[in-house]
């Protein structure tokens, strides 16, 4: 069965920090990745996804991901970080065939003033 | 227009009542899905339905019961409600293999 680690419970930055959130994913077939933010008391959305070609995707609000097959990890990024991105941000992968999307524990993420 | 709407918002009952959530899609997928969400915030995928068939239904107790009358609802019916049951609940749809859109939650207490 797929599983997904994201390494860091809570996250703190200040303002105009780089982010970094690491995932890592097991699963030995191909994969689709995403990552998704939760803002207090919202539903999820989706920031971006991979499915193939270009490793290194963008997605919504200068948010980046690199998918690295060989370290089977899915990094979130963002160059500069803002207090609106305060949030829980999810990695999930989706493996082949009726397998269902696996989420990640979550990351806290807390951008301070 | 809302994409994925759930109803009620909130949900506040006692143990043993039996409760029933709706779901809505206007996104015209094919897959629903039900998740629950703990008080830890991790997500887990209870049901999937693709064109109103039962595809994937993950050791979920049989108090939860799943209903798709169409391909744009798929609503969830719970009996014999437990206060372990208390969570939030999500709605999403979405393309076999896509990404997939939430709806906006329900928060069921269980007392």
């Known amino acids: 069965a797929q599983s997904v680690s994201q390494h860091n419970h809570h996250v703190i930055l200040s303002e105009a920090a780089s982010l970094e959130l690491g995932c890592n994913y097991s699963y030995g077939g191909t994969v689709n990745l995403f990552w998704y933010v939760q803002y207090p008391g919202q539903h999820l959305q989706l920031l971006l996804k991979y499915f193939s070609g270009d490793p290194l995707v963008k997605g919504i609000k200068g948010f980046e991901a690199e998918f690295i097959k060989s370290k089977f990890s899915f990094n979130l990024r963002k160059p500069s970080v803002q207090w609106s991105d305060t949030a829980e941000y999810f990695c999930a992968v989706l493996g082949s065939g009726n397998t269902p999307l696996v989420f990640g524990k979550g990351t806290r993420l807390s951008v301070i003033a | 227009d809302t994409a994925v709407s759930q109803t009620p918002k909130y949900l506040v009952t006692q143990m043993g009542n039996d409760k029933s959530i709706k779901c809505e899609q206007n996104l015209g997928h094919d897959t629903m899905y039900w998740y629950k969400q703990d008080s830890k915030k991790f997500l887990k995928i209870m049901f999937s339905?693709?064109?109103?068939?039962?595809?994937i239904n993950e050791t979920v107790p049989n108090r939860f019961s799943p209903k798709s009358p169409d391909k744009a609802h798929l609503n969830l019916h719970i009996n014999s409600l437990e206060l372990g049951d208390s969570a939030v609940y999500f709605c999403a749809s979405g393309r076999i293999r896509g990404e997939q859109y939430f709806g906006p939650g329900t928060r069921l207490t269980v007392t």
């Open positions: 339905y693709n064109n109103k068939e039962l595809i």
